[in-house]
């Protein structure tokens, strides 16, 4: 059995969270907003398999500064129940709907760099494309070196550039149709790298209609042990370590 190193738990039925988490060894759960963070919370002291991350998640609108702080201030209070800050980041999907003023992201974005710092915890971060640029400027300002780019996409240049420092990326089931993340697990050390869901986002190929959980994962660690050339037990094994060290399970 795998960790789901990101799954959103919260937006699962509740009769449906026992299952699921019969298929993986642990999950980090990240959190939407401050409803989110709570409901996750209780999550994880209702199940020990669940290790939480609190957070605000960028592609959505931007919460008022009385909620901004709220969740800061509730961050705090809970930082010794949580692994990590998460889901943070910033909207690139978002942007490709509309037109946004991206500087306001960035600000949340940098305060959440801030709140890792300050409470000494990792960050679970949503930056693909040229947005992973920018965090990365934004990490390295603040030498924050536990960051962990989920789902992660990027052009060779950012890619070098966060290897050399060490941070982390997660694979989605997506890897099993599709050829750009083929091409990220080749270039990336399996070192810096883990498994996850995205959880209950839907997949497609061989996943279509099939409900995400973690025993999806399975095929994403076949794709990396045939890329690294690899068995599957020895990638499994890589990976999960990865995951126990870099959240400290
Ligand atoms: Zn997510």
Redesign the pocket.
């Known amino acids: 059995m795998l960790i789901d190193a990101?799954?959103?738990l919260d937006k699962y039925k509740e009769n449906d969270i026992p299952t699921l988490l019969e298929e993986a060894e642990r999950v980090i759960a990240?959190s939407m907003n401050l409803l989110s963070s709570e409901k996750t919370l209780k999550l994880s002291k209702a199940y020990a398999k669940v290790k939480a991350a609190f957070g605000f998640?960028p592609e959505q609108p931007l919460p008022s500064e009385a909620e901004e702080n709220a969740l800061f201030d509730w961050i705090r209070q809970h930082a010794h129940d949580m692994v990590a800050i998460g889901?943070v980041g910033l909207p690139y999907y978002l942007r490709q709907e509309k037109a946004i003023d991206e500087r306001p992201y960035v600000a949340l974005l940098e305060r959440f760099i801030g709140l890792a710092k300050e409470l000494n915890k990792p960050i679970v971060l949503?930056a693909v494309y040229e947005d992973a640029t920018i965090v990365c400027d934004l990490l390295e300002k603040h030498q924050l070196t536990k960051a962990h780019f989920?789902?992660f996409k990027g052009d060779a240049t950012v890619i070098e550039r966060m290897i050399h420092n060490g941070y982390f990326i997660s694979v989605t089931p997506d890897c099993t149709y599709e050829a750009e993340i083929k091409q990220l697990i080749k270039k990336y050390p399996i070192e810096l790298m883990m498994v996850e869901t995205?959880g209950p986002?839907p997949f497609e190929g061989p996943f279509d209609n099939k409900r995400t959980s973690p025993w999806i994962m399975d095929h994403s660690i076949e794709v990396i042990a045939s890329i690294k050339g690899l068995a599957t037990h020895e990638a499994a094994q890589i990976i999960t370590r990865n995951t126990t060290t870099f959240y400290n399970l």
């Open positions: 990101h799954i959103h990240v998640h889901e949503h989920h789902w995205d986002w």
